[in-house]
């Protein structure tokens, strides 16, 4: 019973940190980023330090939480899967919000506390549900142009064993019409590079390029 308890904790610490940090973040992009005097500097500044220690102490809520969890025996695998350690690395404004077309998004992720189980009580708030919404947009974006991308490199691939064979065949018909021995053993020679390259490309990308 007391683990559960703990459990609840923890995910409780998990979501007002989530929304600190949403709220951290608007205050960077809303108020301190477009302040146009000192007054309303300094006063996004202090609303963005009252945030911050609101995050430190979520923070050192859960950490506590998670301790408790552990010494009440939960099995490492479990809590390594689903209580990870906070680092400060994972605590940075969101740069969905702050950053929205930052160039790099390509392999972006989010970090393991916006993915844990109960991610989805957060949505009933609107800030949440948004930012849950915009970076589903933005993972089905990237998985669309990964599959764009798989699809064009394996017919780059099937294109260059194509490439190498054309010119194998071109400089076997060149060694045939060849008339001086030098010239037709040349060709020769550049025969058989091409026909490694292409044995080389078959090997490498057998089963992964397209045939066409």
């Given at each position: ?18 929304m600190a940090l949403g709220h951290k973040a608007i205050i ?37 939480a998670r301790s408790a969890i552990e010494c009440l025996g ?50 009933e708030n609107a800030w949440m549900d948004e930012f849950y ?80």
């Amino acid at each position: 019973e007391e683990l559960e308890l703990r459990k609840g904790q923890a995910n409780d610490c998990i979501e007002s940190l989530q929304m600190a940090l949403g709220h951290k973040a608007i205050i960077y992009r809303q108020y301190f980023q477009s302040a146009n005097s000192t007054w309303a500097g300094t006063r996004s500044k202090q609303e963005a330090h009252q945030c911050q220690l609101k995050i430190d102490k979520c923070v050192r809520s859960y950490q506590r939480a998670r301790s408790a969890i552990e010494c009440l025996g939960m099995d490492k695998a479990t809590l390594g899967s689903l209580y990870c350690p906070i680092l400060p690395t994972k605590l940075i404004i969101d740069k969905e919000v702050t950053e929205e077309n930052r160039f790099g998004q390509g392999s972006d992720k989010l970090a393991w506390l916006w993915r844990v189980n109960n991610a989805g009580r957060g949505q009933e708030n609107a800030w949440m549900d948004e930012f849950y919404r915009v970076n589903w947009l933005k993972a089905k974006a990237r998985w669309s142009r990964w599959q764009e991308e798989l699809s064009l490199v394996r017919h780059e691939m099937n294109w260059t064993i194509k490439w190498f064979k054309y010119y194998e065949k071109k400089w076997n018909r060149r060694g045939d019409q060849a008339i001086r021995p030098g010239h037709q053993a040349y060709a020769y020679q550049q025969v058989l590079m091409w026909g490694r390259f292409v044995d080389d490309a078959e090997k490498t990308f057998n089963g992964c390029c397209f045939i066409l």
